[in-house]
């Protein structure tokens, strides 16, 4: 079984539209992140939430909203695309907000904004 | 502000030992933990180090000094399999800070 799921693996779409990446883990962790990661490899986390808290990147632009409908689930919505949002990103998850826990990554998305 | 350096690419060759290093500027500090990513796949775990000390966990091993902000991973008896993208992560203040990684190209 796959311990962090996402949907779709590849996304390709216009600028201007709004488009959703589904994350879903059965590791029954209390905290999810997602991630972006660009063309240069650089890694940067946009959200950590767990029941309790929400904590935002705060360069992280509000085109970009994360909604959690339980605790297995952390999808991403993104308004507005545009072409700067092309990336892959990850999503995450761990037994507590630390890093003494090992995060699982589940195997990206990869989105190409035209 | 903070930040975390690591060099950008690493060469080495196949069944030699290669050190990859990770210096930090945090407003706080928990750990720092390395994480190794293949091209095309996801970040995977490979340690972390809350104390000073060395943590070894099979041919690879991390290292950290929290008087020098300070860590590296010790990759022993390179395999070509070794060839990716490696990660240093801190933890700080509820916040995780991520290194850009370092590309190790792993020569026959």
């Known amino acids: 079984d796959t311990a962090v799921s996402q949907t779709p693996k590849y996304l390709v779409t216009q600028m201007g539209n709004d488009k959703s990446i589904k994350c879903e883990q059965n590791?029954?962790?209390?905290?999810m992140y997602w991630y972006k990661q660009d063309s240069k490899k650089f890694l940067k986390i946009m959200f950590s939430y767990n029941n309790k808290e929400l904590i935002i990147n705060e360069t992280v632009p509000n085109r970009f909203s994360p909604k959690s409908p339980d605790k297995a689930h952390l999808n991403l919505h993104i308004n507005s695309l545009e072409l700067g949002d092309s990336a892959v990103y990850f999503c995450?998850?761990?037994?507590?907000?630390?890093?003494?826990?090992?995060?699982?990554f589940g195997p990206g998305t990869r989105l190409l904004v035209l | 502000g903070q930040s975390l350096e690591q060099p950008s690419e690493v060469t080495a060759v196949e069944g030699a030992i290669v050190q990859i290093n990770c210096t930090y500027q945090t407003s706080g500090f928990y750990g720092l933990s390395w994480y190794q990513q293949h091209d095309g796949g996801a970040p995977t775990f490979l340690s972390y180090?809350?104390l000073d000390g060395l943590e070894e966990t099979g041919r690879f091993s991390s290292f950290l000094s929290r008087s020098d902000s300070y860590g590296y991973l010790l990759l022993q008896e390179l395999q070509m399999k070794d060839s990716a993208s490696y990660f240093c992560?801190?933890?700080?203040?509820?916040?995780?800070?991520w290194g850009a990684g370092t590309k190790l190209i792993i020569k026959p």
């Open positions: 995450a998850s761990s037994q507590e907000g630390r890093l003494k826990e090992t995060q699982y």
């Open positions: 992560a801190v933890d700080s203040n509820y916040q995780l800070i």
């Open positions: 590791l029954g962790h209390d905290t």
């Open positions: 180090n809350a």
